[in-house]
């Protein structure tokens, strides 16, 4: 095959980002010439207008382009980026416990993804969050019973696909078990085989019986199952365990490759080819290095390596292959849909009905609930991570000062803690509002000093609720803009 061939096919493995409000011309001409799909992220997205026009010109550019997108809804969301998500996540359905509440948010979600041009979804996280201490999946995980993040895994796969919208399980073979954020470094699973068959792998086998489309690898270092290569890199565990063992036969996504777990090792092309060789079928780059330069360097590197004989040519057109076939089926699934108009940028009715119900609360209302008077409202703000971005606002604050005008909020960080983190509430009642309140040291002994100086304060947890503590604790299991408005109805006395 020619070189000149051999592009078009390296083109149509990739699924690259950009950055901008409009698709930039280079983009424009690589899907003239073969470029399979494109990511979208937060930069992206201004409102639904703008958006909707942004993948019409792609689709003007070719009608079957995968526009893929990472909108889990809660905590990481990108289509409502600006405002936080108007739908729980992951953790919230779990609490909840409801198939069918999940199954009706995913659809609600899909329907209005389809609505404005997206095709490809990288989600449902199918993690099994066991490890308290995990810094990137948390509430972005269903829970950490295998079988209850797989019954939900399974209903959020059919609610999204039933909308027209590819689903992607990820981070395959399961992430849930770490203390480490694959952006930064390799995480070790150290399950054993017989351990990852009862836990990790469960919730992917129920997504592959649910019909999934596609899987998205992560970067995760799996003894048990390779004990030299990441998953990503791994033909024993895309090729031997999601394929011949699991039967899975839709497209296989990498996690972004410019991430550090492979970068650092492997190179950012270097890991882009031995996922190809191993089994991947797309790869996804964008996140951090997001230009033609990029691209070209991946196309170039997998033209490289065909020709060499270090990918081979049946390999790499059996990945082109398989995304064209998820380019077909998008289509397919767009025709079979009538038409929908986008849910307002303010609202998801069906959100904020499942964010109430996944409320929990804990220890004595009687005196504290409901607050009669304007709040005084402290935030304490741990660390973002990569994957939720530092863009989308968070807290109870703004909710509960639309309800009880007068309510102010004050957010501190670790670096300007004061000695008396409820100084200034003046007698008002008080809510300590945290995130992920059993990971930061700082966090606990802040609280701690709040609640002996007003023990009647409020804690709100919008992470996992690993520690409850005060007189009265509210969970939401999740920072997205619906528990916030859910968790402030209920301190106003209006849930």
């Not at 149509?12 to 409000?21: D, I, K, R, Y």
Request: glycine content about 10%; hydrophobic content about 50%; some cysteine.
């Amino acid at each position: 095959m020619s070189e000149r061939n051999l592009a078009g096919l390296a083109a149509a493995v990739l699924q690259p980002g950009f950055v901008g409000t409009t698709p930039p011309d280079w983009v424009c001409r690589w899907l003239g010439d073969g470029l399979g799909a494109v990511v979208l992220f937060a930069r992206n997205v201004v409102d639904p207008g703008q958006l909707a026009a942004l993948t019409a010109t792609l689709h003007a550019e070719r009608p079957d382009v995968l526009v893929a997108i990472d909108e889990e809804a809660g905590d990481v969301t990108r289509i409502e980026s600006a405002l936080g998500s108007s739908r729980p996540g992951n953790l919230a359905l779990g609490a909840v416990d409801d198939p069918g509440l999940t199954e009706e948010v995913a659809r609600d979600l899909g329907a209005d993804l389809a609505a404005l041009g997206v095709t490809l979804n990288y989600a449902p996280d199918a993690d099994v969050n066991n490890n308290p201490a995990n810094p990137v999946i948390g509430v972005r995980s269903f829970g950490a019973d295998p079988d209850l993040v797989a019954r939900h895994t399974a209903a959020w796969v059919r609610g999204l696909q039933s909308a027209g919208v590819a689903a992607c399980a990820k981070h395959f073979p399961g992430h849930g078990d770490t203390r480490v954020d694959s952006h930064h470094d390799l995480p070790r699973i150290t399950a054993s085989r017989a351990r990852l068959d009862a836990r990790e792998l469960v919730p992917f086998r129920a997504a592959v019986a649910a019909g999934v489309q596609a899987v998205m690898t992560g970067h995760l270092l799996v003894p048990a199952l390779d004990p030299e290569l990441p998953a990503t890199l791994s033909p024993r565990i895309l090729g031997d365990l999601l394929r011949d063992e699991l039967g899975f036969s839709g497209v296989v996504v990498t996690d972004a490759v410019e991430m550090r777990a492979v970068a650092d090792r492997y190179g950012f092309a270097g890991a882009a080819v031995r996922a190809l060789a191993a089994g991947a079928d797309a790869v996804c780059v964008g996140g951090e290095r997001a230009d033609e330069e990029a691209a070209r360097h991946l196309r170039d590197a997998i033209v490289a390596a065909v020709v060499a004989g270090e990918l081979p040519e049946e390999r790499l057109a059996e990945a082109a292959k398989r995304v064209g076939q998820l380019a077909a089926w998008t289509v397919a699934a767009r025709a079979d849909r009538p038409a929908h108009a986008p849910g307002r940028a303010d609202a998801s009715t069906v959100g904020l009905a499942a964010a109430r119900r996944a409320l929990r609360v804990s220890g004595d209302r009687d005196g504290v609930l409901p607050l009669t008077a304007a709040a005084h409202v402290v935030e304490f703000a741990p660390p973002r991570n990569i994957a939720i971005g530092p863009e989308t606002p968070w807290g109870v604050g703004a909710p509960l000062a639309d309800l009880l005008p007068g309510t102010t909020t004050v957010r501190l960080a670790e670096a300007d803690l004061p000695t008396d983190p409820v100084a200034g509430a003046d007698g008002r009642p008080v809510v300590l509002v945290v995130r992920d309140l059993h990971r930061h040291d700082w966090m606990r002994v802040a609280v701690r000093r709040a609640l002996a100086a007003r023990p009647d304060a409020v804690v709100v947890e919008l992470g996992v609720p690993e520690l409850v503590t005060g007189r009265l604790h509210v969970a939401t299991h999740g920072a997205t803009r619906a528990g916030a408005r859910a968790a402030a109805e209920l301190l106003a006395g209006l849930g």
